[in-house]
């Protein structure tokens, strides 16, 4: 038997897609016996254009795994980079996987062209597919634009593509049950595995709960800067209206990178400061040592479905989470976490209420870290993966 394993981003890649799938391989591989093949079909590390780490364009994996890395050429998350690495990506795949029969194709998708690709090699090889959506592509892209043309051609494109490649899987799993109702009309089986907290954030579960006396407090973001995220319309009005007890500190790269620091430096806010990708044992270090975490997401009504990975790591450590999220997301904050100052999208006078009404604390969410530990959901997503191979 030999399956399929379709990602754009794998380890050591940084980016919420490599932290999904990389240990969600390890975890199929461990439920699978030796007489399986798994061939892993992915990028070279290409998340961010900043971010360059060594890695090898084929690596036997096991005995029984193999990755192949597909280079891809360098963009900046801009539209038309994006479709020409996906070409590239594409290509490359199916050359590949080109001559191997497959009996099962998983494929792990934001952007939704990576689920179409495994659609289509899975119809070739008369292959079930098991499909992970980690986001609804064609509602967030053609939202983003504010071109009216461009949007109906983006929909008009984008709908028979979304159609046969969701009517071709077996099987759907969301990472959001925000995304239930979008996903209702298809046939495929739906389960709902979420993102989870990674063993990096846990080898230190009893961090220091001590309340924070001196000024100013560290307020981290570490992420993508993008449309989706909207740091660029948010970050700048709050950090000049905390002012200098407060000092934002941002990590990462992404499309609106660029944005965000020329509204610094125009507006001539000192209490920002910008920084590139880092590691994730280093960003451990760096949470621990702030006051707040911080996430946005940008107010389109697409995004009132998603539920942002980022909130499982910051949920680990005892500082309380600055969420700007609506729809599904704030219903997750409410009801799963505590210690969290919650504000509407790109709201800063809700956001400035909110924390003037916030008695600062830190605590640890013992009982959400135990519930979404990333290893224990891999370990019953791979049993839901196995059961179509042994269909």
Do not use: C
């Amino acid at each position: 038997m030999r399956i399929l394993f379709l990602t754009f981003y794998f380890e050591p890649d940084l980016s919420a897609g490599s932290f999904r799938n990389t240990p969600l391989f390890k975890a199929l591989l461990e439920k699978l016996p030796s007489d399986y093949i798994i061939d892993v079909i992915t990028t070279v590390p290409n998340r961010y254009s900043s971010f360059k780490v060594d890695s090898d364009a084929y690596e036997n994996y096991s005995s029984n795994s193999h990755i192949h890395r597909i280079k891809i050429p360098r963009h900046t998350n801009g539209l038309l980079g994006q479709i020409n690495s996906f070409k590239t990506f594409y290509f490359h795949a199916n050359k590949i996987a080109k001559g191997k029969k497959y009996d099962l194709v998983y494929a792990s998708s934001s952007r939704l062209f990576t689920a179409f690709l495994g659609a289509r090699i899975a119809q070739k090889n008369n292959a079930k597919l098991y499909l992970d959506i980690r986001d609804i592509f064609r509602e967030s892209i053609v939202e983003i634009f504010s071109n009216g043309l461009t949007k109906r051609g983006l929909d008009l494109l984008l709908r028979p593509v979304e159609s046969y490649t969701f009517n071709r899987a077996a099987h759907i799993n969301l990472v959001s049950k925000g995304f239930a109702s979008y996903f209702s009309k298809y046939k495929a089986q739906l389960s709902f595995f979420t993102n989870g907290i990674d063993e990096e954030f846990l080898h230190n579960l009893e961090k220091n709960t001590e309340s924070p006396t001196s000024y100013p407090k560290i307020i981290v973001y570490a992420g993508n800067m993008g449309e989706g995220q909207g740091l660029h319309k948010i970050v700048p009005d709050m950090a000049e209206k905390l002012g200098s007890d407060y000092k934002f500190k941002i990590i990462g790269d992404g499309g609106k990178r660029q944005e965000l620091q020329d509204q610094i430096t125009q507006r001539e806010i000192d209490n920002v400061i910008i920084l590139p990708p880092v590691q994730r044992a280093e960003l451990y270090d760096i949470y621990t040592e702030a006051d707040y975490l911080f996430l946005h997401l940008n107010d389109y009504n697409a995004f009132e479905r998603v539920l942002p990975s980022k909130l499982f790591e910051y949920a680990t450590f005892p500082v309380p989470i600055i969420a700007g999220v609506a729809g599904y997301a704030e219903e997750f904050v409410k009801s799963e976490l505590s210690n969290y100052i919650l504000f509407a999208p790109n709201n800063v006078d809700d956001f400035m209420q909110k924390i003037k009404e916030y008695d600062y604390h830190k605590e640890m969410r013992t009982s959400f870290v135990n519930k979404y530990r990333r290893h224990h959901i891999n370990l019953k997503m791979a049993d839901s993966i196995k059961s179509y191979l042994n269909e």
